[in-house]
């Protein structure tokens, strides 16, 4: 019995050691993590195959449409616009709200936002929201 523990630790030793090793010749490689000079500011599902990214290569911002078959540069824009859009998308909006003075339009109103303590969890609103529209674009039949 005694003679089978240490096997067993000898053996998740010598596996433990391969792992570190493996993480390490990794880590010099740079394989399994980017170098925080391409960042994907944004995706959207423009039909089953077919999507439109935006993309920040350093400081220039890349539109670019991408299927299966080929990627299409599609625009350059300006990233100071793409902040100030994404900056403006995360304002939560709420129910009743008053119309914008500048458009005199009342802004559009989506799902209610969750708190920032809940997003990315089981329980927010907008990822289930997302998970279904996905689910719905997957399973429509197209003539």
Do not use: C, Y
């Not at 010749?25 to 089953?48: D, H, P, S």
């Not at 708190?115 to 609103?125: M, W």
């Amino acid at each position: 019995m005694t003679w089978m523990i240490i096997r067993l630790v000898l053996s998740l030793a010598f596996i433990a050691a391969v792992l570190l090793f493996a993480a390490r010749v990794a880590k010099k490689r740079g394989l399994g993590q980017g170098n925080g000079l391409i960042e994907v500011v944004a995706r959207q599902r423009m039909g089953r195959a077919s999507t439109l990214n935006v993309v920040r290569i350093a400081d220039v911002v890349l539109v670019v449409g991408a299927t299966e078959e080929q990627i299409t540069l599609l625009a350059e824009v300006d990233g100071e616009a793409v902040d100030a859009a994404l900056r403006e998308r995360r304002v939560p909006v709420h129910v009743g709200a008053a119309p914008d003075a500048a458009t005199d339009q009342i802004p559009a109103l989506g799902a209610r936002s969750t708190s920032p303590a809940l997003a990315g969890s089981v329980f927010d609103r907008n990822g289930w929201g997302a998970f279904v529209t996905q689910l719905r674009e997957r399973t429509v039949r197209r003539s």
